[in-house]
């Protein structure tokens, strides 16, 4: 009887702990939303056109701020010819946000790519 208890007492314990490496470990963060997000709000600001329409990749980076993380921006035009730098590390989230273009019709696709930092 006294094993019994003592082997359930056991058996709990390791329920318990491993309960916790499970339930309470924090979630990865979703960068691909977290990248739209950037994207959506300099755009609702009305920089995002304007840095794109004027090629200034500069701008655009220095409005982008991702703690523990690198990123590169690509900008593509309709017939698929991007400008900017493709990300050199790995596990890469993509984050794209779509424009008209600014006055004529001139669609482009801004690319955010975001790695971590190695």
Request: proline share 4%.
């Amino acid at each position: 009887m006294l094993e019994a208890v003592i082997s359930g007492i056991i058996i709990i314990g390791f329920v318990i702990a491993l309960s916790n490496l499970v339930f309470f470990q924090e979630p990865a963060p979703n960068l691909s939303e977290k990248g739209y997000a950037i994207l959506k709000e300099l755009e609702n600001t009305g920089k995002l056109r304007d840095y794109v329409s004027s090629e200034n990749f500069t701008g655009l980076q220095s409005e982008i701020n991702i703690p523990g993380y690198a990123y590169s921006i690509e900008i593509c035009d309709s017939q698929g010819t991007c400008n900017g730098n493709r990300p050199v590390g790995k596990n890469v989230w993509l984050s794209s946000y779509i424009i008209a273009g600014d006055g004529d019709y001139e669609p482009k696709v801004i690319k955010l790519y975001i790695w971590r930092e190695e």
